[in-house]
């Protein structure tokens, strides 16, 4: 039991780190502009699980960009397709090709976060306690 309570108090460290830094790239990003798929990286973890790294370009006072995510934007079905990236415009180079209009989901994430750590806290506590 000490391992589940270790692993919920570890990626719950994970969320409450995570959450605020996503929360602050979001509202920096406030600036769109259309950006094109370029291509879709496949990456394998230690496990054997695959993910996906997701390379966009696009152009911003006519400098061209890039920019990397494992998140895929929702415009897109395949290479070639045109969605719209969303940039600080005081640092352009910073995009991401999603923008949440509410900082709900980081709070919930938050949320989410903080039980993990009590909870991990508890399972870990009760599992080397037997």
């Not at 605020?20 to 920096?28: E, G, Y």
């Amino acid at each position: 039991m000490w391992i589940v309570g270790f692993s919920m108090f570890v990626l719950g460290l994970v969320f409450v780190i995570v959450a605020p830094i996503n929360k602050r790239k979001n509202a920096r990003c406030s600036a769109q502009t259309e950006g094109v798929l370029r291509d879709i990286l496949g990456k394998r973890s230690s496990r054997g699980s695959a993910g996906h790294m997701y390379i966009y370009s696009y152009i911003v006072n006519g400098i061209e960009y890039q920019t990397k995510s494992t998140i895929c934007s929702p415009q897109i079905r395949k290479v070639g397709d045109s969605c719209t990236i969303w940039y600080n415009p005081k640092k352009p180079e910073d995009a991401q090709p999603f923008r949440y209009e509410s900082a709900k989901v980081y709070n919930i994430i938050l949320i989410i976060g903080i039980v993990m750590i009590l909870l991990g806290i508890v399972l870990t506590v009760a599992g080397a306690a037997m």
